[in-house]
């Protein structure tokens, strides 16, 4: 058994006949407060590096040791990681995690896993100043969102996710970007049109669902929050914008938008407003949780031509502000 500097290790050593390691197998290691599972380290002949697998256990970011820079390996040192879960914030986490990756040139490699155990994803890690950062695919973006607890009436679309770490540990910034996903009938979408009164909308939304071709986000991550800087949806029956604060430690919304109906014919005039808003639109607010939210729709905004729009709409919120 080893222990000392947060680092706690019990296991057996056993070496090759000519005295060099074959592998050393650690059943239980502790190490920081972000590593608790079983390890081996491999032997891999005279003058290279040695390899590293952990083979069972969690692993958590948020406590992730800061690392900077893209320095690696050599030789591209080989580690392979099998988790039962990789907590990613406090209400995201990936189960089933498997990943090969190197240290030649900086950490990098690919991994899949599934979100909260329920959306299946896979993801390639690159060195980046600050850390590696992530891109993060996966064929229905729809499941991986009710997964993560943000969005439960998606269904299918591609999602396509870059995370790129920040000087501060556990913040990213990130931009996703979604093709042809639908939305079906649920409480946010469901009480923001009906607070709006648009009948049809409603209808597709209890029928197939709306089509949105595509939806993209610029935001900012951390290990309890999103920060939704630039966020937007069109299709041919609506368009939408979003900028806002998701809790996702409590599940709490701070978020607004435009919502242009009949975005096919009302979007000819996007050109004068943000990407998502018709010339001309409806303004709404959330707030409460993702399960009760609070929707609050300025009826008379329709008559405010988006071009004069952010003359009468205050700033959204951001995590500096609290």
């Known amino acids: 058994q080893v222990s000392g500097a947060g680092l706690t290790a019990k296991g057996k050593v056993r070496l090759?006949?000519?005295?060099?390691?074959?592998?050393?197998?650690?059943?239980?290691?502790?190490?920081?407060?972000?590593?608790?599972?079983?390890?081996?380290?491999?032997?891999?002949?005279?003058?290279?590096?040695?390899?590293?697998?952990?083979?069972?256990?969690?692993?958590?970011?948020?406590?992730?040791?800061?690392?900077?820079?893209s320095s690696g390996s050599a030789d591209g040192s080989p580690i392979a990681i099998n988790l039962d879960s990789l907590r990613i914030t406090d209400g995201i986490r990936l189960n089933g995690f498997a990943g090969k990756f190197t240290l030649k040139g900086g950490f990098k490699g690919d991994f899949t896993g599934n979100v909260n155990g329920k959306a299946p994803l896979s993801g390639t890690v690159v060195p980046s100043p600050n850390?590696?950062?992530?891109?993060?695919?996966?064929?229905?973006?729809?499941?991986?969102?009710?997964?993560?607890?943000?969005?439960?009436?998606?269904?299918?679309?591609?999602?396509?996710?870059?995370l790129v770490p920040r000087v501060k540990p556990g913040e990213y910034d990130g931009q996703a970007r979604i093709s042809t996903i639908r939305v079906k009938y649920g409480s946010v979408m469901a009480d923001l049109l009906s607070a709006i009164s648009i009948i049809g909308l409603l209808d597709q939304l209890n029928g197939d669902g709306i089509v949105f071709?595509?939806?993209?986000?610029?935001?900012?991550m951390t290990p309890d929050a999103i920060e939704v800087q630039k966020g937007s949806a069109v299709g041919a029956s609506m368009g939408v914008s979003l900028r806002g604060i998701y809790h996702s430690d409590t599940t709490a919304l701070d978020l607004s938008g435009v919502v242009s109906p009949i975005y096919l014919l009302n979007g000819i005039g996007a050109i004068l407003t943000r990407k998502g808003e018709g010339l001309f639109g409806f303004a709404y607010a959330l707030k409460g949780t993702a399960a009760a939210p609070d929707v609050q729709v300025n009826p008379l905004s329709i008559l405010t031509p988006g071009m004069f729009r952010d003359l009468f709409r205050a700033p959204p919120p951001t995590l500096e502000d609290g």
């Open 16 to 69: 090759k006949a000519d005295g060099g390691l074959d592998v050393a197998q650690f059943s239980k290691v502790s190490l920081g407060g972000w590593l608790d599972g079983a390890v081996q380290i491999i032997g891999r002949g005279a003058a290279r590096a040695v390899g590293l697998a952990v083979t069972s256990g969690t692993i958590d970011i948020r406590k992730f040791p800061s690392s900077r820079g």
């Open 131 to 162: 850390g590696p950062a992530v891109r993060i695919t996966a064929d229905d973006a729809g499941a991986v969102m009710k997964a993560a607890g943000m969005f439960s009436s998606a269904r299918g679309g591609a999602l396509d996710l870059t």
């Open 213 to 220: 071709n595509t939806a993209q986000a610029e935001f900012l």
